[in-house]
């Protein structure tokens, strides 16, 4: 497996770390893994004994820099920074959203049209991480476009142009859509293959059903950057897990 990076128009080998972390790219100055879903991206004080993506990276590097994080459901790309230098370079970039962060999400509804902005403010609900549209809240922007469309999903490319908590998942939830598995926003904590088929499901006798997908729906796809080091751009994209995989299959073939 490799991915593609614009800046040397080349493959990349994909390194893994006990098997769950893939590195995409590494220099003297950066590093860029694929956080699989349900792996956090740095300690948090709720799970200080948790595995974390800077945990995994922290026993083979003597210096790491976080630069900034995804939700332990969501995968998909990270940047951490290899030195102070490159650390205030990229920190800067994400400050001034010069970054280009795009993400792939799974939602519920059919869309009107193929592309559409959201712009609404996001405030706190004052109870724990929650966040909601609110007037008084936080200004924040997010353009998506339909990738596909089936009958009761449709799996849109989302770019934010603002960096709110919970942003994607807050924003789809406002305007009727929101991601087809999310615990917090959404309608469902896991989806079935049952709710894909519908009457077209059987289960053999004594069978229990699990569940194909069971965490946020959402996947970091791509980010590009200015090379701290070098100034040049570089754009890197992340596959599907198999999570989201088995879920396109399903809806390819059943859900349309």
């Not at 519920?108 to 909601?132: D, L």
Request: one cysteine or more.
């Amino acid at each position: 497996m490799g991915l593609f990076c614009q800046e040397k128009k080349e493959i990349y080998s994909v390194v893994k770390i006990k098997e769950q972390l893939e590195i995409i790219f590494e220099d003297d100055d950066i590093i860029v893994v694929n956080k699989p879903p349900k792996l956090l991206s740095i300690p948090g004080r709720q799970y200080e004994e948790e595995e974390s993506v800077y945990s995994l990276l922290a026993k083979k590097y003597d210096e790491l820099f976080v630069v900034h994080r995804l939700d332990k459901q969501t995968s998909g790309l990270l940047v951490f920074a290899k030195n102070a230098l490159a650390h205030k370079d990229l920190s800067t970039q994400f400050e001034k959203r010069t970054a280009r962060k795009v993400y792939h999400a799974l939602v519920e509804g059919n869309f009107p049209s193929k592309e559409g902005t959201i712009e609404q403010p996001i405030a706190s609900t004052g109870s724990g991480s929650k966040m909601r549209l609110g007037k008084n809240g936080k200004y924040a922007l997010t353009e998506f476009k339909v990738l596909e469309q089936y009958k009761a999903f449709a799996l849109v490319e989302a770019i934010i142009k603002t960096g709110r908590t919970h942003q994607i998942r807050v924003h789809f939830q406002g305007i009727g859509h929101p991601l087809a598995v999310d615990f917090k926003y959404g309608n469902r904590s896991e989806l079935f293959l049952s709710q894909i088929k519908r009457r077209k499901f059987k289960l053999g006798k004594n069978q229990e059903e699990r569940p194909l997908l069971s965490r946020v729906s959402l996947h970091a796809q791509s980010l590009t950057i200015k090379h701290p080091g070098k100034g040049t751009e570089m754009t890197f994209q992340a596959p599907y897990p198999k999570d989201i995989r088995a879920i396109l299959r399903q809806l390819e073939k059943w859900g349309r």
